[in-house]
């Protein structure tokens, strides 16, 4: 299976193997921005943030929405240990919008009181869900 | 000697007692063999996190951070992970002798965290500070749930009410071996000799964003994984405890049954022989 198209990529909850094959392309949102990875990056170690996470098999393409962890990159490996990781199966839509539209009355409110940081993520994440379904 | 009766009953209620611990060991072993699975399965994902955190610190070296050096306060947090039922030999009170026994904190300095109705009970009565607690986390732990515990005490770290975070927890060897376990949280400490394995140590790491600014966010996950880690083995090591505890509470009933089955047939031998001796004297004394 192995060849210079591809690489191990590896998805690790604290509840379970999310994600074990050799893929050939790997795209997720990180705190720095998009990233896509090809087999042979260079090491590196990226904090993920709310968003798609896109995998390129040989056989085609799989989609998860991943809300938080960091990706161990290496030039033949790529290691996500994803703190909270979802196949578009097991979202349940109608809460995921019931987030958002929560999430955005608290970021528009304004209120002294609201947690800006947390509604902002709160939101990215119920975005996430939302375009891993379509 | 006591009477048939008395034995009969004693013996009955012996019995009893004796399902009841044999259900339970049962109850247990089952809860332990999904225990073990769920706490091998959180195994890969800690030991990950924990060779990415040391590789980072040990690039990082001896920076000023707030995570890696000690806090302004004295007081220390504890969290002390015990079971919410006990009938399970030492497990609970060897968890707490930790914190109690420690040679070293007193009682003024400690906040302590229980996770389990079992350790809160204890520190309440020892007079600790006891901080707010979650005991319906131990039968069945999420990693929400860690992520919770955790966010708590880094909130309070980081307002400076705490210095340093220690967890105590018992861990799971195997079976029929569970450590009670001191672990220290925060500040993190660089540990001396190499986590490395042969996956690409070599290689230099790069991180985005760099490194002091991961670390603020590495960190929290890094402790937010050992809680967990600790959650998982110490439902393991709690059925583990409760199931040996159990099994010799089984053949503990096992022994006075036998052994008060001998005495009740000797009593109704014994009662036999005299009555057989009354019967005959009497006839004699007819006859």
Redesign the interface.
Known sequence: MADSNSFLLRI??????FYENQVNMVEFN???GEIGVLPGH??????VKPGILDITEPEGDKVAALH???A?I??E?V?I?A??IEWPEEIDEERAQAARERAEERLRSKASETDLARAETALQRAVARIQALR | MASMRDIKRRKNSIQGTQQITKAMKLVSTVKLQRARTNAERSKEYFNCMYDTVNSILKRVGHVEHRYLTPGDSQKKAVIVITGNRGLAGGYNSNVEKLVTRHPEWTREDLVVYTIGSKGRETFLRHGYEVKACNNDIVESPAYTDAMGVSEELLKSYADGEIGEIYLAYTAFKNTVSHVPTLLKLLPVEISGESGEKESGASAIMNFEPEDVEALDMIIPKYVTSLIYGALMEAVASENGARMQAMDNATSNAEEMISDLTLKYNRARQGSITQELTEIIAGAEAIG
């Open positions: 690790i909850t604290p509840e379970r193997l990180t705190t720095e260079v090491p590196l170690t990226v904090i938080a962890g960091f161990e290496l030039p490996r290691t240990l703190e909270v």
